[in-house]
């Protein structure tokens, strides 16, 4: 059986800790390496690892010294990890019991340029409530988000459809991207793009996980008024816009950018408004709306700067 890392990430997860080891703890496919990774805690979380690493020998334990965020996190347990296949695991979700095994089955029976599966996840509430499905049935029949398999680089500039929990990665994939880029504040935006131009992507349709939505994870701090997210998804799309190759790509591109722009105007982040614009430009050529949102937050800036000038 190929050897599979778990890299277990934990910040302040102490409620749902016991929960998620547990769940490495009951899967079938047993050729496993668990990294216990604490990006120093607060909340005694790093107790309750230390707690899971003594009951089981072969964890191995990483207590970091101070918060580094996830993409270092990671990458110092994968960096000295060996399994064939890897998962990124925070411990405010739960793997259920076949997620390795079936996961393993179908890199197994893909192509060797397959680097990612991904599947279906289960959402729950901070308290275990089931919420829905991140893959569930449209109203005009099949699903939604719709999956994609394959060579999908337009389809993750595009469109969101991936459920970041499920994803189990070939470790050459991962080893050919350097690891996480640690100067970003996420890392699966950057991951999808970086992966989906030299390796396809397999959806597995089965629920594998369960995903925890709470008002600490990360995605729930996206888009907030100071959070660093906004300017790495500014960066990722740079990144983007270097590794185009077709008229599709750039539609695609041009697609997210402007809905990143929208996003930041809504929340009166101006200057990350106009970096967005500009991107657009290089994508494709801007629509009179556009042009107007573009205007409108070099205002809105201008003023915020006046108003906060005559303040001071």
Not at 134 to 154: E, N
Not at 179 to 200: I, K, M, N, P, T
Request: hydrophobic fraction near 45%; glycine fraction near 4%; proline fraction near 4%.
């Amino acid at each position: 059986m190929p050897l599979v890392t778990i890299v277990a990430l934990c910040h302040n997860h102490a409620p749902f800790v016991h929960e998620a080891l547990d769940s490495i703890l009951s899967q079938t496919h047993l050729n496993l390496e668990v990294w216990l990774v604490d990006d120093a805690s607060t909340d005694g979380s790093s107790a309750i690892l230390r707690e899971y690493a003594a009951q089981n020998p072969t964890w191995k334990l990483l207590l970091l010294p101070e918060n580094v965020g996830n993409c270092r996190a990671f990458n110092a347990a994968f960096r000295q990890s060996t399994g064939e296949l890897v998962i990124d695991f925070a411990t405010d979700d739960v793997l259920l019991p076949e997620r390795v095994a079936q996961q393993v089955a179908a890199f197994e029976a893909a192509e060797p340029t397959v680097g990612v599966v991904y599947s279906n996840a289960e959402l729950i509430a901070e308290d275990g409530e089931v919420l829905g499905l991140h893959h569930r049935a449209g109203r005009a029949g099949g699903v939604l988000p719709r999956p994609a398999s394959g060579w999908v680089f337009a389809e993750v500039l595009r469109r969101y459809f991936i459920s970041t929990p499920t994803m189990m990665m070939r470790r050459a994939c991962l080893i050919s991207l350097g690891g996480y880029d640690e100067e970003l504040a996420y890392e699966d935006f950057d991951f999808w793009v970086r992966a989906s131009r030299a390796w396809q992507f397999l959806y597995l349709d089965a629920v594998t996980t369960r995903k925890r939505k709470h008002p600490r994870s990360m995605s729930s701090r996206a888009y907030q008024r100071h959070d660093p997210y906004l300017a790495s998804t500014i960066r990722v799309c740079e990144k983007a816009l270097a590794l185009l190759q077709t008229s599709d790509e750039r539609t695609a591109l041009a697609t997210r950018v402007r809905w990143e722009m929208r996003q930041a105007i809504l929340r009166r982040r101006f200057a990350e408004a106009l970096k967005l614009f500009v991107l657009l430009r290089h994508a494709t050529k801007p629509t009179l709306l556009d042009l107007a949102l573009a205007a409108g937050s070099q205002l809105a800036m201008k003023a915020t700067l006046a108003f906060n000038q005559e303040r001071a």
